[in-house]
């Protein structure tokens, strides 16, 4: 009887260690990759202030789309075992889920941007 007990248990532990885990690596690249594309827009920006060539503006939007559709995708994965996370611990971290909430809606409307003033540029170009 006691063995069944402590057999539950440790399959409770370990279920709750690799959550608490990817919900650590998944919030960390979340982070990375938000603050990747916002280093990217910045740089697009003054590049336009600094002249730099056309090509290179271009590659820094795809950059930015790139970086920014893999951050989108990530910041989903880490919503996902966030709710997943809330519903096995009945508590539910706010700043956690507003950090997921907001990086979903950077990371879409920089790739939108992105997307759009590259469209622009070519098409006039």
């Known amino acids: 009887m006691k063995t069944s007990v402590d057999l539950k248990r440790f399959k409770k ?3 709750h260690h690799f959550l608490l885990r990817t919900l650590h690596i998944l919030e960390g690249g979340t ?4 603050s990747s594309a916002v280093i990217a827009s910045m740089m697009y920006i003054l590049g336009n202030f600094q002249s730099f060539m056309e090509e290179t503006q271009l590659f820094i939007l795809s950059m930015i789309q790139t970086v920014s559709i893999v951050g989108f995708v990530v910041s989903l994965y880490y919503l996902a ?3 997943y996370w809330i519903f096995r611990r009945k508590r539910v971290p706010f700043q956690r889920l507003f950090s997921a909430l907001f990086a979903i809606v950077i990371n879409i409307l920089l790739s939108a941007g992105s997307l759009l003033i590259q469209d622009l540029s070519t098409g006039l170009g």
Not at 31 to 34: A, E, I, N, R
């Open 81 to 83: 075992f966030l709710v």
């Open 13 to 15: 532990s370990i279920t």
């Open 31 to 34: 982070v990375f990759l938000l």
